[in-house]
């Protein structure tokens, strides 16, 4: 799963942390944290889970900060070495392809060297749009010096968490077990056998006051491989027995699913507490869209709604989605959703855009527009799948991972700096838009209005405490500051007037940032996220009678089916990618696909059946089903693993317990089999849907927040799902006739499309009129 990250700090500027370290190993280690020290890694919020003891005696460190986004290097110029990683398809992998150290893929040539050579691996985990996982590789993993020390005593391991999350998993769970936090990049020590000892974040290069720095780390490390052998891997073997011991989810006995009601309420209530009334949201800063919480609210208040819980959860969800769309966060100009705010207001955001959050964010401004039919969030729906389609679209179908925080502010620049393909001077502005408005009070020009309706300030709008390596000092981040009336009647213009000048205002910057150069874009292809985005797509479609947006899902998905499925095993692949020629390429070896892409794509594979109709895509999503419950399903304790059996080099098979950027797979799946068994008649499906809550009862009763989505799964499962079945064809040799006997017994009336309701495969009389059939479905 993708999990929050923090950027916009420095790993300078705070107060030293200790570390606890195990004592047999006398490694003592210093480090900094950054400003924004509390990472909510892994969930979305911080861990709230149990930690081991300290009795464990494990050696973190905690050299610093959450870290976060991007970075690309400098102006290319010619490489003065080349290791393996240059033979790798991973965008990430293949920055570091260059650098002095002798860096391996994750694989078995990396785990014989260290056990035939006897030496320490040294594990590095981030992503290619990740900031901090670039600062370290400037620092450090450039650096001569530094690779050769790491070249001579370990041997160094790159792994890209987006493309490897099973590994990610492991490890930050290691991290964040004796930490209490982590992040990207991750630095974590093992023995050749795989075990973890140390680990961390980001490390700077040098000593510092109140930090040690990466070379030190290195060379005390490898000092006591060389003295306390036998003490490093007795302590790793304690900490793998912990690990295993605290990460094991499982049922409890005769554990069945929890109340409904009570789990429900009790996770409202949660959320109303942490809720911001002014600017929605669910925390004061950073701030994540979380739409696992906004998700949970509209099922919420579909449950409630003649209550005033109900109208709260409606209200705070709606709110909040508003205030998003008008912050700074959401790209005015060119369109799409950043990562997340670093402050209050929604204004000043960490400028990453992830395929992730558009898919999901699609679903929510959709479900919003269906509920309140106010256009405003359609509007934003068309402007998010806008900014996919050109941007994040492969010309074969498939959708790209991600585009990076950082870009050149020209094209002479040497350095990157995070905002600047998306921010604007005062005077830049008033360059773009000098003309005078028709109609308005005199003198004013487009520059005045649209400056006043996007908060522009002469000397910028950027807090100083928001930028402290002042990259945005001077440059405005566009919000909207004011409504259209307010704007309209500040100037004396019509509404309509206002909408079309603004308009034209963000066409003619939408052009003049074309000029800048670009942001890296993360051409990797995955199949958990692509299927999130199918989802945007197909619910968009449905939602906002929009074919074209039904179609772009089908070509995806078609694309998932074509280059990410293997047809002669029936299981799906990981990760594909663009290749120089624009081709789709495929690693040597290609990855499996891990949980979160069977869940994600058959969740989006019931999406494009219910929009399109076509029943290709249900059986697929069936067919998917049966085989993620053969490769993840846990038949002893239930509920299913993140990863499959029979990987030697994983040490632990986890199940993920916090719902975050993304929501948690075994969350998904509860509705999926549903879903499933509803469709097919198979009722296996319901009893496993049944198991997976009673596994995580404990914390769905005493800490809901965590698991939002799961906790609308509970929901659903406790309620009798209804089933629209449309006749309109006559066609009953399709696949769902053959899923579902009783559907030959119901035929079109008088010729006409007709629907029939259906609660446990008994169905109501024939309906032909939408507004009876809307009658029938309302509460």
């Known amino acids: 799963m993708s999990s929050q990250r923090i950027r916009r700090s420095s790993p300078t500027d705070a107060a030293p942390v200790f570390t606890a370290v195990e004592s047999a190993t006398k490694v003592c280690l210093w480090g900094g944290s950054r400003g924004n020290g509390l990472h909510p890694t892994m969930g979305g919020v911080c861990q709230t889970g149990e930690q081991p003891p300290l009795s464990l005696q494990c050696t973190f460190l905690m050299e610093t900060a959450p870290m976060a986004t991007v970075g690309t290097p400098g102006p290319p110029s010619i490489p003065r070495h080349t290791n393996r990683l240059i033979n790798e398809k991973s965008p990430y992998l293949l920055q570091h392809a260059h650098n002095p150290v002798d860096w391996y893929p994750w694989g078995q040539e990396a785990f014989d060297k260290a056990k035939t050579e006897n030496k320490l691996i040294f594990l590095s985990v981030g992503y290619s749009t990740c900031h901090w996982c670039h600062v370290m590789e400037e620092e450090s993993f450039k650096s001569k010096e530094i690779g050769e020390i790491m070249n001579e005593h370990f041997v160094c391991i790159k792994v890209d968490r987006e493309e490897r999350p099973d590994v990610d998993k492991v490890y930050m769970t290691f991290v964040q077990a004796t930490s209490g936090g982590g992040g990207w990049p991750m630095s974590v020590w093992l023995t050749p056998d795989l075990k973890p000892f140390a680990g961390g974040t980001y490390f700077p290069p040098e ?64 959320l109303s507490r942490s809720y911001d009334e002014d600017y929605g949201g669910f925390s004061k800063s950073p701030k994540f869209p979380t739409p696992v919480n906004l998700n949970f609210l509209f099922t919420y208040w579909a449950l409630h709604r003649t209550t005033p819980e109900g109208a709260r959860a409606l209200q705070m969800a709606l709110h909040t989605l508003k205030m998003m769309a008008h912050g700074g966060i959401h790209d005015h100009i060119g369109q799409g959703f950043h990562r997340y705010s670093t402050d209050q207001h929604w204004h000043v955001p960490h400028f990453e855009k992830m395929l992730y959050d558009q898919g999901q964010l699609a679903v929510m401004y959709s479900k919003a527009f269906q509920i309140s039919g106010d256009e405003f969030f359609a509007d934003v729906v068309r402007d998010i799948l ?129 000029q800048r150069p670009r942001p890296h874009l993360d051409t990797k292809m995955l199949a958990a996220w692509n299927g999130l985005m199918i989802s945007g797509f197909a619910q968009a479609g449905a939602a906002l009678s929009e074919k074209g947006y039904v179609s772009r899902a089908a070509q995806a998905a078609a694309f998932l089916r074509t280059h990410l499925f293997d047809p002669n095993s029936g299981r799906l692949l990981r990760s594909c990618y663009r290749g120089k020629d624009n081709s789709v390429e495929q690693s040597a070896v290609p990855i499996q696909g891990f949980l979160e892409d069977y869940v994600f794509v058959i969740q989006a594979l019931f999406d494009l059946y219910e929009a399109s109709l076509e029943q290709g895509w249900l059986e697929w999503a069936l067919h998917l089903q049966h085989m993620q419950d053969k490769l993840f399903w846990d038949a002893k304790g239930f509920a299913y693993f993140s990863t499959e059996a029979g990987d030697p080099s994983l040490l632990l098979r986890l199940k993920d317990d916090q719902d975050g950027a993304e929501p948690t797979p075994n969350s998904i799946s509860v509705t999926n089999l549903l879903r499933a068994a509803c469709y097919s008649g198979h009722m296996d499906w319901v009893e496993k849907a049944r198991k997976i809550l009673a596994a995580f009862s404990e914390r769905l009763q005493k800490i809901p927040i965590t698991l939002p989505e799961m906790v609308r799964a509970t929901a659903v499962f406790h309620h009798t799902l209804k089933q629209v079945l449309m006749v309109a064809d006559g066609d009953s040799t399709g696949f769902l006739y053959r899923q579902l006997p009783f559907l030959a017994s119901l035929e079109r009336k008088d010729g006409k499309a007709t629907a029939y309701i259906c609660s446990n495969f008994t169905c109501s009389l024939p309906v032909t009129s939408v507004q009876e059939l809307r009658g029938m479905l309302s509460p």
């Open 207 to 270: 000593d510092g006051v109140h930090r040690v720095g990466f070379r030190t780390v290195l060379l005390r490390i490898a000092e006591q491989w060389k003295e306390n052998k036998d003490a490093l891997l007795e302590s790793s073997q304690r900490i793998l027995e912990a690990l295993q011991h605290t990460s094991e989810i499982r049922v409890q006995g005769q554990e069945s699913p929890p109340p409904a009601k009570e789990v429900m309420d009790t996770c409202f209530q949660q």
């Open 386 to 514: 806008l900014y996919v389609s050109r941007d994040l679209s492969d010309q074969e179908g498939g959708f790209y991972s991600a585009e990076d925080a950082d870009s050149y502010p020209t094209t002479t620049s040497k350095e990157k700096q995070e905002g600047a393909f998306c921010v604007w001077a005062a005077e830049e502005l008033r360059a773009l838009l000098p003309d005078p408005v028709k109609g308005a009070t005199e003198g004013t020009t487009l520059g005045d209005v649209f400056m006043h309706h996007y908060g522009v300030e002469e000397s910028g709008n950027v807090d100083p405490m928001k930028d402290p390596h002042q990259e945005l000092k001077g440059k405005n981040v566009l919000i909207a500051r004011c409504s259209p009336e307010l704007t309209a009647a500040r100037f004396g213009l019509e509404p309509v007037q206002l909408s079309a000048l603004l308009q034209e205002c963000r066409q003619r910057l939408s052009s003049a940032r074309a």
